[in-house]
């Protein structure tokens, strides 16, 4: 085909976009169907090289292959990397100026997706110190603010009518829109430091990483598509295209991945995968200009990692793992709980399990051992919350309930972001 039919054959927008996004959709394909073929491939190398995990909550302790996220997630970034040149054919085929401001944008996601692969690779060769797990993605997450800042995009935010409203009372005058400069890039910066470690602490049964990781990256395509369909300027809609060619290939490979790790898992994703997913989930948001609204997405992953701070900050003893207790009696997982003695919870500590014992979001028993007061606290996890509310249930079960639990969550987050959003603030959004 000669160059002056293929620049009359993208002179509509329409048509760019329908090709690029056909393009991205025939890669996807490819990159689920490679992972399918590499896991299996794979699974018996993992064995023979000794890298795999016990699965916790099984009867036989077989060893399953552990971190196969980083097949996927290797798979995930040949198809990222094939696919470079396909958003930015338009501007090769006609006399436009070539959008390096775009180009950047989409090399930045790509190089803070590689680091977070190699922090959660490293993770799980190594068992990183939390200090790492925080300090590593805080500076991976520099590339992409940067090109946030080049850009010149905004760091404005819509000031709800309530809080407008208290400050006129208050006799000042408050704008619609407020600009927060600085504090947006620490807000953008907490957004991917907490959106790589709250799925991989949301974790511990058959299939929840990955499930979690699908319902979020599903609800964020939707929510490009109706911005695809409710905005008119061009440039904002390139950016949901932007998001959707990330999501997409995610979105096959993570699904081939769910397959082997559903319950009875065949395979564990380990903190590669959850690094990954995290990484991707907060990049696409950040460039797409709608990190606020994902957060909406992460409603269950924010819970957890609150419900989790007086384990995290060591009020309450952390133990390694704080998965769900098996029963191989009855083939199903409880609660599992952190013993320990009651001399150990300093003050504060004791306050913050009175309150939370008191409104029902913790088991707590007290009992003796040697003569010495001890106290026995269910892990805070939503995941035992879960189980202290439904009781001992079958692992698949639990995993189908907390998935429920996430896609209910995104209908709500849904609804507050085209229903409520347009009440709180008097303008549309
Ligand atoms: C995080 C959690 C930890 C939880 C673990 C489970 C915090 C602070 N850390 O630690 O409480 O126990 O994830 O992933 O909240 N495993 C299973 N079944 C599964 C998945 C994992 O038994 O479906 C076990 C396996 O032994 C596997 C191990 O968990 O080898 C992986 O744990 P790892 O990802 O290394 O734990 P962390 O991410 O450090
Ligand atoms: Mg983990």
């Not at 009867?59 to 399953?64: D, E, F, G, L, T």
């Not at 964020?220 to 950016?239: F, G, K, S």
């Not at 384990?311 to 309450?316: A, K, N, R």
Request: a positive charge; charged letters at 15%.
């Amino acid at each position: 085909m000669s160059k002056t039919k293929i620049t009359s054959f993208f002179q509509t927008y329409e048509r760019m976009s329908l090709f690029t996004i056909t393009t991205n959709c025939l890669l996807s394909l490819l990159g689920g169907f490679v992972s399918l073929k590499l896991i299996q491939e794979y699974i018996p190398i993992f064995i023979q090289r000794g890298h795999y995990g016990n699965d916790q909550c099984k009867v036989s302790n077989a060893p399953i292959p552990e971190p196969m996220g980083v097949i996927t997630a290797a798979v995930y970034l040949i198809i990222m990397f094939i696919f470079i040149p396909f958003p930015f054919l338009e501007w090769t085929y006609t006399e436009r100026l070539f959008p390096h401001d775009k180009f950047l944008a989409f090399l930045s996601a790509i190089i803070s997706i590689c680091t977070a692969i190699l922090l959660g690779f490293a993770d799980d060769m190594l068992d990183l110190r939390w200090r790492h797990k925080l300090l590593f993605p805080t500076l991976s997450s520099l590339p992409v603010l940067m090109v946030y800042y080049v850009q010149g995009s905004s760091t404005t935010i819509v000031v709800p009518k309530i809080a407008r409203s208290i400050v006129s009372f208050l006799g000042f005058e408050m704008t619609t829109s407020l600009d927060i400069n600085l504090l947006y890039y620490v807000f953008m910066g907490m957004v991917i430091v907490f959106c790589t470690n709250s799925i991989n602490i949301y974790a511990g049964i058959n299939g929840l990483e990955v499930g979690q990781s699908l319902v979020i990256a599903s609800s964020i395509t939707l929510y490009n598509v109706i911005q695809l369909y409710r905005l008119q300027d061009p440039i904002e809609c390139w950016y949901n295209w932007l998001s959707i060619y990330f999501l997409l290939p995610f979105i096959t490979t993570s699904l081939i991945l769910y397959n082997f790790n559903k319950y009875p898992a065949r395979v564990f994703v380990g903190d590669t995968y959850c690094y990954w997913a995290g990484m991707t989930l907060a990049v696409v948001a950040i460039l797409g200009h709608f990190s606020k609204t994902a957060m909406l997405f992460f409603i269950p992953q924010a819970f957890n990692f609150i419900y989790s701070t007086p384990q995290l900050f060591h009020l309450v003893p952390c133990p390694r793992h704080r998965l769900p207790k098996f029963d191989s009696k009855t083939d199903t997982v409880g609660m599992s709980f952190a013993e320990f003695k009651k001399s150990e919870l300093d003050r504060f500590g004791q306050w913050v399990v009175t309150i939370l014992s008191t409104i029902g979001l913790l088991f707590k028993e007290d009992f003796n051992n040697d003569g010495e007061k001890w106290i026995r606290l269910n892990n805070f996890t939503v995941i035992n919350l879960v189980l202290k509310f439904v009781g001992p249930v079958r692992e698949g079960t639990l995993t189908k309930l907390l998935l429920l639990l996430q896609v209910f969550s995104s209908i709500l987050a849904f609804i507050i972001r085209f229903f409520l959003a347009r009440i709180l603030y008097d303008v549309v959004l």
